[in-house]
């Protein structure tokens, strides 16, 4: 697993991190999608301003995933990026380069996030307690 990881670790960065400078530096070059539902979303992040964000996080995280740092909190970070990635591959312009890189989003994500899951069991915790104590490396008690 632990070769499995740094591959799709080092593939995913340097995606992240080429696809959120190709915005910046290259922003003519930007894909916009083949079917008229995926052109007319990604005019709508763009007017938005809300693309320039999106891409300033993918190379954010596209650095700290190829650095192996803060992964717990880069992988959570990236989850929201990730599933409109898949939907914009799998439902708004289909087609077999999108579905390749949906489905590598998936495997990615599910590879990175695999070693770091011990972190984020605590996420699901039903009921608990909030800690206010001044130590907060001490779990909080179940109510």
């Known amino acids: 697993m632990k070769p499995a990881y740094h591959v799709f670790r080092i593939l995913f960065g340097c995606w992240f991190l080429f696809s959120g400078l190709w915005h910046f530096f290259w922003p003519w ?3 916009m999608g083949n079917a008229p539902a995926a052109i007319a979303f990604t005019r709508a992040l763009l007017a938005s301003g809300l693309f320039d964000w999106v891409k300033a996080i993918e190379v954010v995280a596209g650095v700290a995933i190829l650095l192996n740092r803060a992964m717990p909190l880069t992988i959570l970070a990236i989850v929201p990026l990730n599933v409109v990635i ?6 708004l312009d289909r087609g077999i380069v999108e579905w390749t890189f949906g489905g590598f989003t998936i495997v990615a994500n599910a590879v990175l996030a695999w070693p770091w ?3 984020f069991w605590p996420l699901f915790v039903w009921r608990g307690r909030p800690d206010y104590s001044a130590d907060p490396h001490l779990p909080a008690r179940r109510a």
């Open 29 to 31: 070059l930007q894909p």
């Open 86 to 91: 898949v939907y914009w591959n799998f439902v």
């Open 117 to 119: 899951r011990g972190y």
